[in-house]
């Protein structure tokens, strides 16, 4: 058996879907988190089904990136039951989709989410007289806290086995005529496409960019029936035939929600409070300056404090391995490298990612990141984006590969485009190692912030050039914002660790294998060569210690490298006594800007091109140059 | 006929136009907002920013482009397409 999970962004779809695969679908309280559908198989009630979440979408008829992929899946894969995840506090909206769900004929039943929400909001519910309304089981569901979901699943099997289509509802009358006559033009032409024909003739009306193609082209006949119809329909009510179709389906989602809601007056709570002070014209942007510095203050703090300790154990366990094997020799080379390699990971990138990761999902979790768009939209507007791309953007200073990928919440190419080569720009939670480590460790806070600014400076001034080169239109803003919630800790603590299994999975393993062959490097004097090779940079150029060119190599299997590979090509973890502070300052620079790790290398060029992927990582190099280059003269010169 | 942009704070309007093609249309529909609902105009942003309404029980950010391709109304008139003036009582 296969289930879906269709429903609007933001109604708790990944939440249900969560709530029985364990942790693998990412929550995020902004909308359109889900692009892509993640599935899972669970044994309900001794039956194994197959559940799919499907990426969020408000109308199967929109033009939004999501709606293409998943209505796909609802017209051309295998399934048995459609779950469909409405928001209660949204019943209206929701029914929209909704109804035009009930258009596939699938057997169907509605998860009633969010109830606690609704409830809040003094949105009382009648979910029998819905059921009646819709045709289908309605199960009231609060799936952040798991209540209803046993039920759900166990309707829903009941239902998917009992296998009733059920009946599309009815719009208006010259609609409903509009729509026969565009489908009795369909059937009597035998457009096959396994689907019902009367959603195919509305999909037609209203212009459905995804199937009317492909109806279209397999009967290019149809579209003056469709065109005839429409314009009747245009003429009739002075609107063009897809707002008068999704129009009819509003009125009639509305009217549904009149009849099935009862409204109590509710107060107003902490969160609409905290929204007057978070997103009000005067306080909004210096209560965003707060909130960011805090955050930023807060990882170095734990960070710092935890590392010193760590460091100090491993440099005493360094100390004692190296005593037991013979000074020079084969053995301790690999000895040394294996526990630089795991000092690496435990002491000096997990006390700044760790608090990192979990300040970044709190902003995630209380719905903060769409007010930050909404906040940050007039400035970016200035680099010729608009506020949307704040959300990948912030992503970006996580982890530059689900940043990347998170660019597709945005509807034009260009803003996809220039918002993806930005976000290779800014400094990921790995570069973040790299300042906090080096930078804020040895020169102070102050230096690692401005480092932060001069990262921001550089991006602005590279979106206004791309924004002014590159054509094509941007909407601007559409986003909804959802309203703020309190993080809930089981959520938190299993995003967190989602992100650093990944770490510990794949980057761990890498950096201790990274860490022995670099000292085998140098044991066989492998690693001189490559330093020599890249010496025109790193020495003559920036200055810097000759041995770091390797630590650059290994920087673009993973940027966590570059640190660790530093302190072990230096052979110390106290860097300030091999380096000054200008070229701790200059090799910073260098490694924040230059080439996005192969990863992100990967991920750009599958969103635009292998062309576009080189380009950006040349631009990244060409920056990292001048960027580096003005730090150690500007130092030099002031510092 | 005034834009959205116009509008001021906590202050109802009802859309009456829409500028723009199918697409921006469309788009705007599948977040509920339709030719005839009423909205508040929750916050504007400073600095040509985007405005925030409320509309049928969720907020909308709507960036000030959008906003002046948004024609309302806030006395309750909706003018169609078509030319021909209808009076809807003044609503909620
Ligand atoms: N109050 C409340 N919040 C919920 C409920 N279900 C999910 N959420 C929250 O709503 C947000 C969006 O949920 P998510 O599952 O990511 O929605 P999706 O976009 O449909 O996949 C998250 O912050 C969830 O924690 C619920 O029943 N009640
Ligand atoms: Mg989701």
């Known amino acids: 058996m296969r289930f879906l999970l269709a429903g609007q962004p933001n109604s708790g779809k990944s939440s249900i879907f969560n709530s029985i695969a364990g942790y693998r679908s990412a929550t995020a309280n902004f909308p359109k988190s889900s692009i892509s559908y993640t599935a ?9 089904v197959e559940v799919v979440d499907l990426p969020g979408i408000y109308s199967l008829t929109s033009s939004d990136e999501a709606a293409g992929p998943a209505e796909r899946y ?33 057997p169907m039943i509605v998860a009633l989410n969010m109830m606690d929400e609704a409830h ?9 007289a819905l059921a009646a309304e819709l045709g289908v089981p309605v199960v009231t569901t609060v799936s952040r806290l798991g209540r209803g979901l046993k039920q759900l699943f166990r309707d829903g099997l009941r239902h998917a086995a009992a296998a009733v289509p059920p009946v599309p509802p009815t719009y208006d009358l010259e609609v409903e005529e509009a729509i026969a006559e565009v489908a009795t033009g369909l059937t009597s032409r035998a457009v096959v496409t396994g689907v019902p024909t009367r959603l195919v003739a509305a999909k037609l009306l209203e212009g459905d960019p995804h199937l009317s193609g492909r109806v279209l082209r397999a009967d290019p006949e149809i579209a003056r029936v469709v065109e005839a119809v429409g314009g009747r329909l245009e003429s009739a009510h002075g609107w063009s035939a897809d707002q008068v179709v999704s129009g009819s389906r509003h009125a009639l989602a509305h009217a549904v929600e009149d009849r099935v809601v009862t409204l109590r007056p509710a107060g107003d709570g902490w969160r609409e409070k905290a929204d007057r002070l978070l997103l009000n014209q005067w306080t909004g942007g210096p209560i965003m300056v707060l909130i960011l510095g805090g955050f930023f203050w807060l990882v170095f703090g734990i960070g710092r404090r935890v590392e010193a300790p760590l460091l100090d154990a491993f440099n005493w366990i360094q100390g004692s391995v190296a005593e037991q094997f013979p000074a020079g020799g084969l053995t301790a080379t690999l000895a040394d490298g294996l526990v630089m390699g795991l000092a690496g990971g435990v002491a000096i990138v997990l006390p700044y990612v760790i608090p990192f990761l979990i300040g970044l999902a709190i902003l995630e979790d209380t719905g903060y990141l769409p007010r930050l768009a909404y906040i940050l939209d007039s400035l970016m507007h200035h680099i010729g984006l608009h506020g949307k791309s704040v959300l990948p953007m912030i992503l970006g200073y996580g982890c530059s590969v689900p940043a990347i990928m998170a660019t597709r919440v945005l509807e034009s190419e260009k803003d996809r485009k220039i918002t993806a080569a930005l976000t290779s720009f800014i400094p990921c939670s790995a570069r973040t190692v790299v300042i906090f480590g080096l930078v804020a460790a040895f020169m102070g806070p102050l230096w690692a912030l401005a480092i932060y600014l001069v990262n921001i400076v550089v991006i602005v001034l590279l979106g206004t050039v791309m924004a002014s080169r590159m054509k094509g239109a941007s909407p601007g803003l559409v986003l909804e ?3 703020l919630s309190l993080p809930d800790v089981k959520t938190l603590i299993a995003k967190t660790w989602l992100a650093l299994r990944e770490f510990i999975t794949i980057a761990w393993p890498l950096l201790i294998a990274s860490s022995i062959i670099l000292g085998l490097l140098e044991w066989g004097h492998g690693a001189e060569a490559v330093n020599r090779l890249l010496s025109p940079l790193t020495v003559w150029l920036l200055g810097l210690p000759a041995a770091v060119g390797m630590t650059l190599v290994f920087g673009v299997l993973r940027k966590e490298l570059t640190l660790v590979m530093l302190v072990q090509a230096l ?15 200059t090799f910073t620079l260098f490694v924040v800007f230059y080439v996005p790790c192969i990863a992100t290398i990967a991920v750009l060029a599958r969103q635009m091109g292998w062309r576009g992927a080189l380009a950006i990582s040349g631009l990244t190099v060409t920056a990292a140059i001048v960027v580096a280059l003005a730090g150690r003269l500007l130092y030099s010169v002031f510092g | 006929m005034m834009t959205l942009d116009t509008v001021g704070v906590h202050r109802q309007a009802r859309v009456i136009m829409i500028d723009g093609g199918h697409r921006i249309r469309s788009y705007l529909n599948t977040l509920g907002i339709h030719i005839g609902d009423w909205l508040t105009v929750v916050q504007r942003a400073p600095f040509r920013g985007p405005v925030l309404v409320e509309i049928h029980g969720s907020r909308v950010a709507l960036g000030r482009g959008i906003a002046t391709k948004i024609r309302v109304d806030m006395d309750g008139v909706l003018e169609s397409l078509s030319g021909s003036t209808e009076v ?5």
Request: charged content about 30%.
């Open chain 1, 571 to 585: 052979g110390t973890t106290d860097l300030a006594t091999v380096m000054t502070t200008q070229q701790l300052l």
């Open chain 1, 120 to 128: 809040r909001r003094g949105v009382e519910i009648d979910d029998r």
């Open chain 1, 40 to 48: 899972t198989r669970a044994l309900i009630a001794g039956r194994e």
């Open chain 1, 481 to 483: 914002i959802p309203d």
């Open chain 1, 74 to 106: 609802l017209l051309d894969e295998p399934y048995d039951l459609i779950i469909n995840v409405v928001d209660a506090s949204r019943l209206g909206r929701s029914l929209e989709l909704t109804f035009q769900l009930l258009e596939f004929r699938r």
């Open chain 2, 88 to 92: 809807f009582g003044a609503g909620s």
